[in-house]
């Protein structure tokens, strides 16, 4: 927000160069990002009034003026500007003066006419980048006056970087606060005196909608005049605080909000019909907002809205319909209190962004809107003339925000900020916040201004107690803290080591948004229509929380691959968010990863290959060997609507499932550019693993045996080997895997030959061979029982 040292100073006495405000302001926590120096002292420039004006005989552009400047005799001065008029007051360059633009005055001919100055422009000041004719001053500007005293140049304009919760410091009086409480210094400002009713004339407010507006302020005026102007010094301030004057009602209206706080709004009186309300929109009722847009309505927008229908965005931007405009001769002012929770996202809806709504998001005080109206009023009078109503006060005492009492310890203060304050100090500095202290045995009772949407908790407190006391007087001490050794659990988290293991893999990890495009959710998602949309999202490609990992990682590798790179292996630990009942099912960590283009980095001694289904196998097990968990798990078959329909399967870990494992559907895959990459996702939360135990190694030998054995070609191999290691007396076991698999001419066409091989070893004994035999025999048999299995010869 920018504001002018000027203007702050009719707030609050302060004594301080533009420097020093600006660090008075940081250390307040109210950040100056820049400071700048409203024009630049001129020298020989002065206030013209111009007495005669006649055409050039010349030139059909040109006037010929006689200018008082305050001296013995009037100057003749060429003029080319249109909007010049005899009695007009313009800045006036004499004779040796130089203008920012580096251009200096001297006496000339213009087309044979004597010139001894110029009349300026703002632009021509330094003071606009452009102009449509000469700046013209306040009719009570004498002659001869130095424009840099009336224009105040080199006022310094200040521009606040001011954080989200710091509303109330979005005006004039909010900063002026800040600066009077930290230099204990008196507040002042105009009079918030009534104005006193000449006409009877009210328009009625209705507020069906007491929670989202439950106050609304406003006044008839009537008879402004046609010819009124705003004057310069308004339009100057409103300039250099980045607002462009419009038009006398307007420019009030934009000049109280940058004051006081408190945004209005001002309605063209006969194009209203009845009262007005403060209501939530009608399905399917549409608005034309004062840029012209077209914006269409939902349930949740509050609006105000006449007999008519919508005459405006509560909080945002009016409507067309209603506008003042330069015929306006009687308007409407309006000024209400909206809930932050009620306009919170609305103007972002419709791709908006003002003043108003910016306040009102944050908090605007809600006992404001009387002041503002009536510090309206006596501005608008006073500019443009006309006769005031009675002003009209429409309050819901149930809808405004509760201010319930914090309180702050002095002990807990005390401990916060690691120095001891005063209690004296600490009821002043809170006293000079506006606040209503109330001393309590350990410590204070405070009930937070209207206007500090921000105080909620104790720490709040401290830090108003903090900011005020000075951040340089609180020493840099270093801490202690006591530090308790974590006790170790009973199970392992393998987090990091399934991390680490994936790099050495040559995986690399990437971090995603968890919000997403919500056509590109339904596509990666297994659960359909469980999408958790946002109610307020940065822009329709971040709609809806993510519930998969892959999305993310399946941009982020089609970027890789669009920038070159032949190689791409990345992992994301995250979370999913999935709606309704459904929630649940997304609580903990997932570990999920994508592997797309050749298996080896480029090299002589292998040949070039894509990665396949087997390679990001590969990759999983080793996860779940790290985890302990490769024991107890399996890979199931199953259809995963992101997932190649034959090239898919679940991850079953303890009977339970945990994952997925697949080739990214082709169709998906020509859409993302990314043919043939594989996708897997784990619930790790699911592998939490005992801690390892030790064991005594056997000093027996091993002894290998092999079985072939021929099985239908739909038989899963991990059912083989879990049947087969059944099938082994407990203890003996110490490997079991599948060596060799063939399909082909000589088993059939429904069979395939799939040989197992066992590593059995006893820790107590040397095993014979009736021992060997008898495990053989045994493991035939079983899996001849469960898949008519038979050896293959």
Known sequence: ??????????????????????????????????????????????????????????????????????????????????????????????????????LTIKATRLRGEPSAGMLCSATELGLDIEAEGLLELDADAIPGTDVG???????????????????????????????????????????PAGVAATVPDTLDVLLPAPAACPRFAGRIIRGLREDALTPLWMRERLR??????????????????LELGQPMHAYDLASLEGPLAARLAHAGEGLELLDGRQVQLQEDVLVIADAAGPVGLAGIM?????????????????????????????????????????????????????????RATRLIMDIAGGQAGPLVDRLEAQGMPARPPVRLRRARMQRVLGIEVADDEVADILRRLHMQVVPIPDGWELTPPGARFDIGCEEDLIEEVARLHGYERIPALPGTVTVTPARAGETLDPV?????????????????????????????????????????????????????????????????????????RLFELGSHYLAGDARDRAAGRHLAGIAVGSRWPEQWGEPSRRVDFFDVKADVEMLLATAGQLATSRFVAERHPALHPGRSARIVVAERPLGWLGEMHPVLAAELGLQGAMLFELAIDGLQRSRPSHGRLSVFPVVRRDVAMLVACDVP?????????????????????????????????????????????????????????????????ALSREFQARIRE
């Open 240 to 257: 250099r605080c980045g607002v462009r004057p419009i038009s006398p009602v307007v420019d009030v209206t934009n000049y109280v909000m």
């Open 149 to 191: 005293a009336v224009l105040e140049l080199g006022d310094a304009v200040l521009d606040l970087n001011i954080t989200p919760n710091r509303a109330d410091c979005f005006s004039i009086l909010g900063v002026a606060r800040e600066v009077a409480a930290a230099g204990q210094l008196a507040l002042s400002g105009p009079a």
């Open 717 to 781: 191999a991990d059912q083989l080997l879990a049947v087969a290691r059944g099938a082994v007396p407990p203890g003996i076991l110490r490997d079991s895997f599948i060596f060799d698999l063939y399909m082909g001419p000589q088993v059939g066409d429904t069979q395939k030959s799939v040989a197992i091989g066992l590593i059995l070893q006893d820790s107590s004994r040397t095993l014979t061979d009736e021992d060997v035999h008898g495990v053989l025999q045994d493991v035939r048999a």
């Open 318 to 374: 009016g409507g067309s319909r209603t506008a003042v405009a330069a015929a306006s001769r009687d308007i409407f002012l309006e000024a209400a209190f909206f809930a932050p929770a009620a306009l919170a996202g609305r103007a972002r809806r419709f791709g908006l962004h003002t003043d108003a709504s910016l306040r009102f998001e944050r908090g605007v005080d809600p006992a404001l809107a009387p002041q503002a109206i009536e």
């Open 496 to 568: 990091g080591e399934l991390g680490r293991a994936l790099v050495t893999r040559g995986y690399q990890e990437a971090i995603t948004y968890s919000f997403i495009e919500a056509g590109l959710a339904r596509r990666f998602a297994a659960d359909a229509g469980q999408e958790l949309v946002l109610s307020n999202p940065i822009s329709a490609e971040l709609a809806v929380m993510r519930q998969s990992l892959w999305p993310g990682l399946a941009l982020a590798a089609g970027e890789n691959l669009r920038r070159q790179q032949p190689r791409v």
């Open 1 to 102: 927000m920018k504001f002018c040292n000027s203007w702050l100073r009719e707030y609050v006495a302060h004594g301080l160069d533009p420097e020093a405000l600006s660090h008075r302001l940081t250390m307040l926590g109210l950040e100056v990002d820049a400071l700048e120096r409203e024009g630049v002292p001129l020298e020989r420039v002065v206030v013209g009034r111009v007495l005669a004006r006649r055409p050039h005989p010349n030139a059909d552009r040109l006037s010929l003026c006689r200018v008082d400047v305050g001296a013995a005799e009037p100057l003749g001065i060429v003029c080319g500007a249109p909007n010049v008029r005899e009695g007009g007051l313009y800045p006036t360059a004499l004779e040796g003066a130089r203008l920012p633009g580096g």
